[in-house]
């Protein structure tokens, strides 16, 4: 019996063929493994902190690196008071981006009822507040992430390579709090009727007046600095 010896030019027919087989699988992988490594590369931002050492908070950021940090980025804030907090804001600016209005942009982060920038205002049974020792974690609002993004794609913008973090107001609901980026005490005394002179209860309204003034001034400040809404 016979045995069929290979033969030599299907071997030279197989052969480029394999290679090329072999070329083309490497080639796809390497590329898939450089678009992934691409994807998970950090993205160093640096973050300025601009909350006041007095503040009672203590803050944790998570995923400030990650590419797609508009979606992922994690604020988580401790209140470190002995009171509970109703109205907590924070702003957190991208010094670097700069609105076509001519202002620092960026992203305005509010726990709590917006009437409770105003500290004369009443606390409801369904506010529900920080509690001392508890955390919450702050994300992006939405519509202002993708208004964001709609900017930067018809700017033709880079992300930003620095943040800064800075306080607003934190409102316990019992008239006390620290209002500003500076984050002054603030104490709003509610007039009691069984006590004040007329003298006093005129100051206490001039003081309610003041704060709400400077309240919504600082807010009025956040709508037009912050335009990135849809």
Known sequence: MKTSKPRPFLIWIFLPVSILILWGVSTIL???QSNSMQSSAPHPKKLIYKIPPHIPLKVKIKN??????EDDLEIEVTNTSTKPIYLLELWLVMPEIISTAGHETGFPLRYGRIELVD???QI???DVPIQP???YVFKLPVDRVRGWRKFKSDHNTPD?????LMF???NFGDGTGFNGTDGAPFSYQRQQSSNGSCGGA???VLDSVSNFSRSRALNSFLQNSFSFRM
Request: glycine share 4%.
């Open 124 to 126: 409801q049974p369904d």
């Open 64 to 69: 400030l690196d990650h590419e797609m940090w």
């Open 168 to 170: 607003v107001q934190i």
């Open 30 to 32: 390497s590329s898939a």
């Open 160 to 164: 930003p390579k620095k943040l800064r």
């Open 202 to 204: 005129r100051n206490r």
């Open 119 to 121: 500290f004369s205002t």
């Open 133 to 135: 020792g508890e955390s």
